[in-house]
């Protein structure tokens, strides 16, 4: 039957249910468990002919005259239900028969038993419509596979698709392991503004937006760093927030403009530590979600046994690709990118110049986990500078899989010094960096009143879930990932023409 058919019937079937004034959306259920549940207690709860009452959706009906089966599914798994004439009466089996299709939310009360198939069972006794669907599911239940309307229909592919379930369950699980790793360890959760009058804490092209009362232009946030150090300032020694960040930039396997970020700072201690930290961190995250090291990634398998090599920026660039930065000029970098392939602007900046070679002859083929550190200071604006040589900070990333996890750093925590970097920023600003870093006069107010030595950290929450549920584009880890829109206008055609054919 075309969906247009179809969709015209079961808006028949539930007129009739309001015909007879029974509600098909009604506001009550009375489950009492779960199909999880029924199925771990089977034996027992079948051998007593307890009286159980389920809720959930049905994804295939079976009718075989006076007698029908149909599977019923709930968020904890899926049993056969039956339906019969002996055990509901000729007149609720008709309605049952008449009334319920497949995708439809419905209560059944009944006795769990066994078929002569040996198969696990709910016998109906009495059911209820709880929500009536007026569209079917995709392709009959033989899953949906086409991708770009997986992502605009997430709802469909959750239903069709339980691994999709699954990846979004481990998702959660990750997300709560480090909260409460970090509560564990001490770190108070925060949140800070997500509209910000300055785009600062990172160098990214912002969304802009209006506020009408004050009437002035915001910024949706791009990271809450500088609001989370001035926590520190205010007295908070340990602190974190875990929320959703905004940048307006393109979009690819690994880039979302809007994605999930966790960021904590810790007072009184620097980037050596952190890295120490880190390490358990992410291990016992990683043990506590997939209960191994041994993580499965574009087929390969990653090893996150602690402890993790390290490795300074300038020699990790050197051995990969034989440039040496502290032997050669702007000029020539740009050449030599070039002659390797590797896009240069000959407008960008020397810190952007120095990324672009990173991410392609260092990160790109990093599968171990591998802290790069010491990265020059072109490259952070917000970092404090090595104590061995200033033209480096001490700063440094988790690579794996070919990913860039996490960036952290001893917090740069002398106003002077963070004022000429500001001013530094505003000038390639000035100069046509869109990305570059403005000016934060609240924030150097904040930090002339003292900020203790901090260090802090950063991570993109989506690449993480991606690496340990093995998947290859962002927008399988994120519920609704940023797409084209489609017009209200379209789809309500669509609906219309559905109706009126």
Known sequence: MALKDERGVRIDKMDSFRSEGVSPYPSTCGRDTVISEAIASFDAWSAQEKTITLAGRLTATRIHGKMAFADLADASGTLQIQFTEDHLGAESFQLAIDRIDPADFIEVSGVLFLTKRGQQSLAVRSWKMLAKALRPLPEKWHGLKDIEIRYREREMDLVSNPEVREVFRTRSKIIRAFRRRLDEAGFDEVETPILQPIAGGATARPFVTHHNALNHDFYLRIAPELYLKRCVVGGYEKVYEIGRLFRNEGIDWSHNPEYT???????????????????????????????????????????????????????????????????????????????????????????????????????????????????????????????????????????????????????????????????????????????????????????????PPTAGLGMGIDRFVMMLTNQKSLKDVILFPTLKPVSNQMLASETDEEASA
């Open 261 to 451: 970020s966790m960021e904590f700072y810790w007072a009184y201690q620097n980037y050596e530590g952190l890295m120490a930290f880190t390490e358990g961190l992410v291990t016992n995250v990683i043990q506590d979600v997939l209960g191994s090291l041994q993580v499965n990634f574009d087929d390969q398998v990653i090893d996150f046994k602690a402890p993790w090599p390290r490795k300074r920026f300038r020699d990790a660039v050197k051995d990969a690709c034989g440039v040496d930065i502290e032997s050669i000029s702007r000029e020539e970098l740009i050449s030599v990118m070039r002659e390797k392939g590797i896009d240069a602007d000959s407008k960008a900046d020397l810190g952007t110049l120095y990324d672009d070679l990173y991410k392609a002859t260092v990160r790109k083929p990093q599968m171990q986990p591998l802290f790069i550190i010491d990265y020059p200071i072109e490259m952070e604006p917000l970092a404090k500078k090595c104590e061995y040589d200033p033209r480096y900070v001490q700063r440094f990333q988790l690579l794996a899989g070919g990913l860039e996890l996490l960036k952290a750093y001893s917090e740069l925590n002398d106003p002077i010094d963070q004022r000429e970097r500001f001013e530094a920023q505003d000038a390639l600003r000035e100069a046509g960096n869109e990305e570059a870093q403005t000016i934060d006069e609240a924030f150097l107010r904040a930090m002339e009143h003292g900020l």
